[in-house]
């Protein structure tokens, strides 16, 4: 087949580059590189893969337990609480009816003192040095803090909400309601004595379960003490 002249010399130059690679890659006996046949996606269901769908049964399972302790922390609990059948395995029941006396005696000393109103008229007159002796009584009672060998207390398990102190002047015990319905009372001023003299006391708490849901509110009785709305 003769030379076509419509070339010019650029094409005619890469003509022959071609031929030439052609002859080398016959020389050096190269196969010719196949087609990459398209590749088959590997993700497969269980059913083709020969699998029973075992999963699926368990996921729903775990689902319907869910729904049901979800419907069972719902129940909201009401009326009057049984202390040794809400205690928490950390308070037995001795520790519970030592309690139980520890309030008994608090309300009955409450009821034998005379409740005096608190007028929301401060009468500056009966505190030495008036309107500044006053102001120098809220200075050093804001400066006041509770000095204890314990830096921290671990009254509930969980993050506490609210607290109440009991309103008796003898005792100082506080009460806390946690994030999931852990109610814990710290008697601060009793102390757990150690067995071992080499370990500290611990903190005298008390603990029950008396909600299934955050406490966001404890309030004492203001006419009897032994009674505390949560």
Known sequence: MGEDLTLNEYEKQRLENIRRNEEILRQ???????????????????RIR????????AKRKAEQDE???????????????????IRSDMTSIDDTNDFVDILSNLTKSNLSEDRKSISDD???????GGVDGFKAVRMACRSLAIGEKWS?????PERIYCIAIHPAKEKVLVAAGDKTGWLGFWDVKESIK???????DQPRTYLFQAH?????????????SNNLYT
Do not use: W
């Open 194 to 200: 150690s067995e071992d003299e080499d370990e500290e």
């Open 28 to 46: 050096l006996n190269i196969p010719e590189l196949a087609h990459k046949k398209p590749t088959q996606p590997t993700r497969q269901s269980l």
């Open 67 to 85: 729904k049901r302790l979800e419907g069972e922390k719902r129940v909201r609990m009401m009326g009057d609480l049984d202390l040794n059948s």
């Open 152 to 156: 921290s207390v671990k009254v509930t």
């Open 122 to 128: 401060i009468d500056y007159s009966c505190i030495a």
């Open 212 to 224: 299934t849901k955050t406490i966001t509110s404890t309030m004492y009785s203001p006419t009897n």
């Open 50 to 57: 020969g699998f029973t769908p075992d999963g699926i049964e």
